[in-house]
């Protein structure tokens, strides 16, 4: 099989489908938490984690994909304030993208809370031997930090993507360059 690579005027199926599977995983995600938190929804914590495991997955072979076929080429000449501003707000995403979902399985899995995969058992729950109902954290520090980064990152993915839209929304609309169009798999 032969892989198709990135070019100045289009975009791979995979590079397309990789960008739009994660993007669809992170907002739903992100807005998975934001309504548990305003209308105390926790029941929805098990598809939330179940997602996020997902995520990962799919945040790994994007990852991947990404180095096998490097960065997209400009489809512009934009000054170089831009270029720098772009990079750095796509690897705050790459990396934002890897550290959700591994700093939610260090929250939850060390502390006791386990982590299934839709029904699939993937981290197991700690019950507490003096109430089962319960959970005993096998890690209360790691458990702590995990949920610090998982806050800390995002904080930064959240910024991050409102950048990535409105620079898309700025190649489209101010630049008139063909970004956004092959980001949607047109020419």
């Given amino acids: 099989m032969k892989l198709i690579k990135d070019t100045p005027i289009t975009l791979s199926k995979t590079t397309i489908s990789l960008h739009w599977i994660v993007a669809v995983l992170i907002i739903g995600l992100l807005g998975s938490r934001l309504y548990m938190e305003n209308f105390e929804a926790f029941f929805l914590m098990s598809w939330h984690k179940s997602f996020g495991v997902l995520l990962f997955a799919f945040a790994l072979l994007r990852v991947t994909w990404r180095i096998i076929n490097g960065w997209p080429k400009h489809t512009n000449t934009h ?3 831009e270029m720098i501003l772009a990079k750095v707000i796509h690897y705050v995403l790459i990396i934002s993208m890897l550290l959700m979902p591994i ?4 929250t939850s899995g060390m502390g006791g809370h386990g982590v299934d995969l839709f029904g ?5 729950h700690n019950p507490n031997p003096e109430n089962p109902q319960r959970s005993m954290p096998f890690s209360e520090s790691w458990s702590d930090l995990g949920k610090t980064v998982h806050g800390i990152t995002a904080n930064a993915l959240l910024v991050a993507l409102g950048l990535h839209i409105v620079g898309a929304i700025k190649h489209h609309v101010i630049d008139k360059d063909n970004t956004l169009t092959r980001m949607l798999g047109k020419k």
């Fill in 120 to 124: 699939l058992e993937i981290i197991p």
């Fill in 79 to 81: 000054p170089q304030y």
């Fill in 103 to 106: 700093s939610g399985l260090i």
